[in-house]
């Protein structure tokens, strides 16, 4: 069946160049073509899956497999696979450099407001996002997992991106309860030295976060970084001009 680029980014939310891509990761890993699906139907799978949320049932009717343990494997061996091809290759610190992202990937209006234009300085943003979960049978888990604000079960990633919006990596995810807030979360990364942080950033790089990293500006200070961070008013009425446009800088 020959589907149009819209159709495949309906599916799948890629293009079909996109898609040809992504297929290319699985050509060379020890998945093949079987008697009820190809390398190219397993990989729509995976993807119908992540795009649509459709169950197992429907996905065995719609890719024409005898069950929904034939999908559930066909899942399983995709998942493997891009995790071991795929990834490596495109996120966290070591598929890219640090020169390469200030080079490549370090707006000019970034550059200019917080580092006077060095050129050799590294700026990455960082801050927590959600990925909502269904609620879980294990009762310790499920308490770890639900999130007061909100109210919902999630699990929190803590991504590293460059100020052009290009991701370096993804840390985690991390329980959401209340133990688990970004500050926590950052100071755990910084001293485990998750995923080799600190070989790849250096002393006085910067590090744009938002709020909710306050109690973990000291540890990334201590550490040689240069934080930035919108202003606290601490009992005052309004913020200073220069706080105002502190805080402009970090929403820019």
């Given at each position: 069946l020959s589907l149009s680029d819209d159709e495949y980014q309906i599916l799948t939310s890629l293009t079909k160049v996109q898609f040809e891509d992504?297929?290319?990761y699985l050509f060379d890993s020890n998945i093949r073509n079987s008697s009820n699906r190809s390398i190219r139907n397993a990989l729509a799978i995976l993807l119908c899956k992540l795009r649509l949320g459709l169950s197992l049932n429907i996905l065995a009717v719609l890719f024409q497999l005898p069950d929904k343990k034939a999908v559930s494997r066909s899942l399983k061996t995709v998942r493997t696979a891009l995790m071991t091809r795929f990834v490596p290759?495109?996120?966290?610190?070591?598929?890219?450099?640090?020169?390469?992202?200030?080079?490549?990937?370090?707006?000019?209006?970034?550059?200019?407001l917080m580092c006077d234009a060095e050129s050799n300085t590294a700026i990455v943003v960082i801050d927590?996002?959600?990925?909502?979960?269904?609620?879980s049978r294990n009762n310790e888990f499920q308490r770890k997992s639900f999130n007061l604000y909100k109210k919902r079960?999630?699990?929190?990633?803590?991504?590293?991106?460059?100020?052009?919006?290009?991701?370096?990596?993804?840390?985690?995810?991390?329980?959401?309860?209340?133990?688990?807030?970004?500050?926590?979360?950052?100071?755990?990364?910084?001293?485990?030295?998750?995923?080799?942080?600190l070989n790849w950033l250096k002393k006085d790089d910067i590090v744009v976060v938002d709020r909710g990293f306050r109690d973990s500006v000291h540890t990334m200070e201590s550490l040689g970084l240069n934080v930035v961070l919108p202003p606290f008013l601490?009992?005052?009425?309004?913020?200073?001009?220069t706080e105002v446009n502190q805080s402009k800088y970090v929403t820019k």
């Amino acid at each position: 069946l020959s589907l149009s680029d819209d159709e495949y980014q309906i599916l799948t939310s890629l293009t079909k160049v996109q898609f040809e891509d992504l297929a290319s990761y699985l050509f060379d890993s020890n998945i093949r073509n079987s008697s009820n699906r190809s390398i190219r139907n397993a990989l729509a799978i995976l993807l119908c899956k992540l795009r649509l949320g459709l169950s197992l049932n429907i996905l065995a009717v719609l890719f024409q497999l005898p069950d929904k343990k034939a999908v559930s494997r066909s899942l399983k061996t995709v998942r493997t696979a891009l995790m071991t091809r795929f990834v490596p290759s495109n996120l966290g610190f070591n598929h890219i450099t640090r020169q390469e992202i200030i080079d490549q990937h370090t707006s000019t209006m970034a550059r200019r407001l917080m580092c006077d234009a060095e050129s050799n300085t590294a700026i990455v943003v960082i801050d927590g996002t959600y990925i909502y979960i269904q609620k879980s049978r294990n009762n310790e888990f499920q308490r770890k997992s639900f999130n007061l604000y909100k109210k919902r079960s999630l699990l929190k990633p803590m991504i590293i991106v460059s100020t052009t919006g290009y991701v370096i990596a993804c840390i985690g995810p991390f329980c959401s309860n209340y133990s688990n807030n970004d500050a926590s979360i950052m100071n755990n990364i910084l001293h485990r030295n998750t995923e080799n942080i600190l070989n790849w950033l250096k002393k006085d790089d910067i590090v744009v976060v938002d709020r909710g990293f306050r109690d973990s500006v000291h540890t990334m200070e201590s550490l040689g970084l240069n934080v930035v961070l919108p202003p606290f008013l601490n009992g005052r009425r309004q913020f200073t001009t220069t706080e105002v446009n502190q805080s402009k800088y970090v929403t820019k």
